[in-house]
């Protein structure tokens, strides 16, 4: 009897680390985020009422599309991985996951994501999808050891969730799907330089230099987190002007907004960890609350 039950304690220690690898390897938390944003482009397009069953769907493509290009991202990352202390303990660093399983996932992941989404919804979503997932993977990821505008090309396949979630429910790319996809670019380069002031060190050591300014961590690199804040400030009030929200939504998105390049600015005149840290876990609070802002109208 000791010996089943050690033998099922084995087995159930084994697949729950399998599930963490995966939930790892896809990088779960970030995945939810990208489908948030791929929701509210949705919402942000559908007319009349929707199904709860095309949410489902849009949602499992979703993962499945951004787990598929994390986990490239991880396979070519995987010696780099070994020599930052955020990443070293990732399943492929630590060869708890061997590449060819990585690789027949991430494959499975990605060609199952667009061709549910081209099904369920159109094939327009379904190219839009493919190119998020090439272009992040392939041209972003290599990017990273070369040059810092690789947070420029990396904002694009970063910014196309809400632009996919609205074309789902449109079937076309119009004005208002380039000004979803222009504030989710914009947000992105505050919050990919907060944490690479952060991660200097170990991005450093790995050849990865994502900070505008070539000196670091410097008082130039924290200007641009303002400049690029006012920016989307001002971006972020188009859809009112265009009739695209109503007064209470745009209330709430200039607010958040002003939080948000107050935190900016509180890390150009500290120019230290502590108000990075603030401003990153700003622009994770940022993008959610903004997004609801703007789907307010049609919630209330």
């Not at 995945?31 to 559908?46: C, D, E, K, N, T």
């Not at 001002?234 to 907004?257: D, E, Q, R, T």
């Amino acid at each position: 009897m000791e010996n089943v039950n050690d033998i099922q304690l084995n087995l159930l220690q084994a697949v729950t680390q399998k599930l963490r690898d995966y939930f790892q390897l896809v990088k779960f938390r970030l995945s939810f985020l990208v489908v948030f944003s791929a929701v509210i482009g949705y919402l942000f397009g559908v007319t009349g009422h929707y199904n709860i069953s095309d949410l489902f769907w849009l949602a499992l493509g979703g993962i499945l599309v951004t787990g598929s290009a994390n986990a490239i991202n991880q396979i070519i990352e995987r010696d780099t991985d070994k020599l930052m202390k955020r990443t070293r303990n990732r399943p492929l660093p630590t060869e708890r996951m061997n590449v060819s399983e990585a690789i027949i996932a991430a494959g499975t992941f990605g060609i199952s994501g667009i061709l549910l989404i081209s099904w369920i919804f159109n094939p327009t979503a379904g190219v839009i999808s493919a190119v998020s997932l090439l272009s992040y993977a392939f041209v972003y990821t290599p990017l990273k050891r070369v040059s810092a505008i690789a947070v420029f090309v990396g904002a694009i396949p970063g910014a196309l969730p809400p632009m996919i979630g609205y074309v789902c429910a449109t079937g076309k790319i119009d004005f208002v799907a380039v000004v979803l996809f222009s504030i989710q670019f914009i947000w992105q380069f505050p919050h990919f330089w907060a944490i690479a002031w952060l991660q200097y060190e170990d991005y450093k050591r790995a050849g990865i230099m994502l900070l505008p300014s070539p000196s670091g961590k410097t008082r130039m690199s924290a200007i641009q987190s303002v400049i690029y804040c006012v920016v989307l400030l001002l971006v972020s009030m188009v859809p009112y002007f265009f009739n695209m929200v109503g007064l209470i939504g745009n209330f709430f998105i200039i607010a958040v907004g002003i939080v948000f390049l107050g935190m900016a600015w509180s890390h150009y005149n500290k120019v230290d960890d502590k108000s990075a840290r603030i401003l990153m876990f700003g622009s994770f609070l940022y993008l959610p609350v903004m997004q609801l802002a703007l789907v307010l109208d049609k919630l209330l």
